[in-house]
């Protein structure tokens, strides 16, 4: 079957896209429950983040080089032409008993000065089908692909948003951070409308809130206003905006583990850990029957 293709997508900065990322595809490939699963991750934030997260100093180098990330394929397009998405994954987990494992298609800090180059403004680019179309040979290879966004909405958001099926909104409890999912809804249809197939577009899929605090009066008032917010969204086109649960709470764990690029699931048991693997199984009930 056919990878199912997420895109963590927030404009605002710091709610967790990158940690949700890394932990959901660690918790897919390798969890007990998800045991088996080829997770491919693709780094599109030029800051490298969730590329550093997976690699060890020593590949580092290697992988976020030109022609071993992104960078390469967006290269590629520029020249008007085309490299095939094998040469630039790194393998970064397998078990050989299950079969499972996590690929990664890194990110490289050249990706910022190419965000700025013109030809990436091109008629070409302007339909922002690189990963979309690097990925499509390899599908059938991978059972989900995560994709990492920066924030802002760049010409690497827009190739997400292409390549994706749905959208998963990383999420924060506070006012600017709600503001920011009625930006991504409306800039979506938007970039959508410009396409004559506007399914060729990834819908929002839903929301994971990250660092609850529970009983936190100001979390709490936001959460209620999110639910509003997603009702009506959702009512706009007739499709339900999930709402993943649990919501994922603040813990020195997640720091924690982040400051070591370890995955939660390979860490001893947390609450927070539980609440990765929770989202996890909701995540994969929600578009189970997805195609
Ligand atoms: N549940 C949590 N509890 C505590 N800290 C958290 C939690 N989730 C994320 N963080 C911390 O929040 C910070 C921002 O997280 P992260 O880098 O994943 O956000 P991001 O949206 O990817 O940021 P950027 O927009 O820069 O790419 C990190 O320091 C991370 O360790
Ligand atoms: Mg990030």
Redesign the pocket.
Known sequence: MAAKIWA?L?F???????????NLAAILAKHPDFRGNRVLVIDQ?P?C??TLWFLTRERYHVATSRNKSAYHLYEAQMRGSQVPIQDVITPVYRDPESGGGIDLVGASFDMLEQEEDPSLGGEAAKAATVIQRAIEPVRNAYDYILI????GYSIFTRNALRAAQHVIV?Y?ADYLALEGIKWIKQLRDRFARGHADPNSVARIGGVIV???RAGFRASDAALAELRVVLDELGAQTGEKIHLFRPF????????A???EQRALVDCEPTA?RR?FIRVAHDLVQTFRRHV
């Open positions: 963590f927030n605002k900065g710091g709610v967790g896209k990158t940690t949700d990322t890394v934030d800051q983040n969730a990492d966004c920066p924030p990383p924060t990250n660092r609850y994922i709470r603040e813990a020195t764990a997640v720091t583990a982040n400051n927070v609440d």
